[in-house]
């Protein structure tokens, strides 16, 4: 059987792995305006949502890791993505290498701390099961949400790279030695 992902609980969330019908879900949270204008130049087609939820499952079956989808407990509406991947972004060795963490939450539920909750479940379970030396991100410096719910995750800044014509703060957390 092909490791597709846990499934993490937080008192108003449920992350699990991505599954075929969730296809127009993310779809529909992909060409959320809001929710993507930080991450991409335009909206995704369906093709590259698609695509995109392959990539996901994917770096579950090779690498024991990934994003997973975010659903609301009560609704159990999706209202997002999170987790970690190996994007192979170019941006050097000091970001390369390491578990490159990111996040996309639903623009009407911004504000609600969904982005921080479901990442810092995702981060302890990635503690404890892969306990890496470090973690990355990146952040389009405009996106002041998003280098919030960083800090509190215990991210911090350590340089600045060019990611597809567009500017990025790199930010990276060390976890402490067990």
């Known amino acids: 059987m092909v490791n597709l ?3 993490l609980e937080t008192p108003r969330l449920i992350l699990r792995p991505h599954r075929l019908d969730d296809f127009e879900a993310c779809c529909f949270l992909h060409t959320d305006p809001e929710a993507v204008r930080m991450i991409y130049q335009k909206p995704p087609t369906r093709e590259e949502s698609w695509q995109r939820m392959l990539r996901f499952v994917g ?3 090779l690498l024991g890791y990934g994003l ?3 659903e609301e407990r009560a609704t159990r509406r999706v209202v997002g ?3 970690l991947a190996d994007f192979h972004r170019g941006l050097g060795d000091d970001f390369d290498p390491w578990p490159e963490f990111a996040w996309m ?3 009407d539920v911004h504000g609600h701390g969904y982005a921080t909750e479901a990442a810092q479940a995702v981060l302890h379970w990635m503690e404890a099961t892969h306990a890496p030396e470090r973690m990355v991100c990146i952040i389009d410096p405009d ?3 998003s280098l919030r719910v960083a800090e509190k995750l215990g ?3 350590f340089g600045r790279a060019e990611y597809k014509g567009k500017p990025v703060v790199k930010l990276r957390r060390h976890i402490p030695a067990r």
């Open 5 to 7: 992902g846990p499934t």
């Open 155 to 157: 991210f911090h800044h």
């Open 68 to 70: 997973l989808l975010v």
């Open 59 to 61: 770096h579950w079956a």
């Open 143 to 145: 996106n002041a949400p």
């Open 105 to 107: 939450i639903s623009s």
């Open 81 to 83: 993505e999170v987790g």
